[in-house]
């Protein structure tokens, strides 16, 4: 059996469990994170007793709260354009054939708010906050978390998520079709289940077909992701970028229009 660090792995019954498991960290994913998501989704994606595999977050606070900051200083600390392999877990997430369900029992934030855009489906906890941090510590999702999000809750919430970074509650979320569905905290768990149930009863190549012709019509997004990410490198080595991760690891508001980053008229 595979050994994981930052994440756990469980599988039954056609159904499989990838959970973040970095709590201390509200779920926030570093480079190993990452890879360890990858290597997951390949193992449930492509095994014919799997049916349906859901994406957690560990404890009660968050699903996930997207890059760990710690582990940023003008690149991630593992492989891939920006120094984690995000680009290739979003994608990986939609290229499996098969449902992915995100299980939301706290925060998605940032990377989070991604990965459940990113999921086929979404069911929510009372308790789940959503939203984008980026534009807050100098950083941005220029593909799925941009493109995809637009095509989920709309042109103008999804720039208003962008560009005011505010905090969704759960029932908002349900109504901007960011989630498929709302329930409280003690009943989520069972709530996931009877879902996974219910697909399994489905034809699973019927579903595949299903999920790849969804995919179709959003497929160009990989190309603008994989651009958006290179351009993301190029930011994060920019003073205004570094300025966002040291003001977050200060606890402090950033200063993003200091007078040296200021363009003269």
């Known amino acids: 059996m595979t050994q994981y660090q930052d994440i756990l792995f469980e599988a039954g019954d056609g159904i499989a469990t990838i959970t973040i498991n970095?709590?201390?960290?509200?779920?926030?994913?570093?480079?190993?994170t990452c890879e360890e998501l990858i290597q997951a989704l390949h193992r449930a994606g492509w095994d014919r007793s799997i049916g349906v595999v859901v994406l957690a977050g560990a404890g009660e606070k968050a699903f996930c709260t997207g890059g760990d900051q710690s582990a940023h200083d003008g690149s991630y600390d593992g492989r891939g354009v920006i120094g984690l392999p995000v680009e290739e877990l979003q994608s990986l997430i939609r290229d499996i054939p098969k449902p992915v369900i995100a299980k939301v029992q706290g925060f998605a934030i940032g990377g989070g708010n991604v990965l459940v855009t990113c999921c086929d489906l979404a069911i929510a906890s009372e308790k789940a906050v959503f939203g984008q941090v980026g534009p807050k510590v100098g950083s941005v999702d220029p593909g799925f978390g941009t493109a995809l999000l637009a095509r989920s809750v709309g042109e103008k919430k999804a720039r208003e998520i962008w560009f005011l970074c505010r905090?969704?509650?759960?029932?908002?979320?349900l109504a901007m079709g960011l989630v498929n569905a709302v329930v409280p905290a003690e009943r989520l768990?069972?709530?996931v289940e009877s879902w996974c149930r219910e697909i399994l009863t489905m034809s699973p190549t019927a579903i595949a077909i299903a999920k790849r012709s969804f995919n179709m019509d959003s497929e160009n997004i990989r190309g603008i992701s994989n651009m958006g990410m290179q351009s993301l490198?190029?930011?994060?080595?920019t003073d205004e970028s570094k300025e966002g991760v040291?003001?977050?690891?200060?606890?402090?508001p950033p200063n993003f229009r200091a007078p040296q980053r200021r363009v003269s008229k």
């Open 22 to 32: 970095r709590p201390e960290k509200y779920n926030a994913f570093r480079g190993q």
């Open 167 to 173: 905090r969704y509650g759960a029932q908002e979320a």
């Open 189 to 191: 768990d069972a709530e």
């Open 233 to 237: 490198a190029l930011f994060y080595g």
């Open 246 to 252: 040291k003001a977050f690891l200060e606890k402090r």
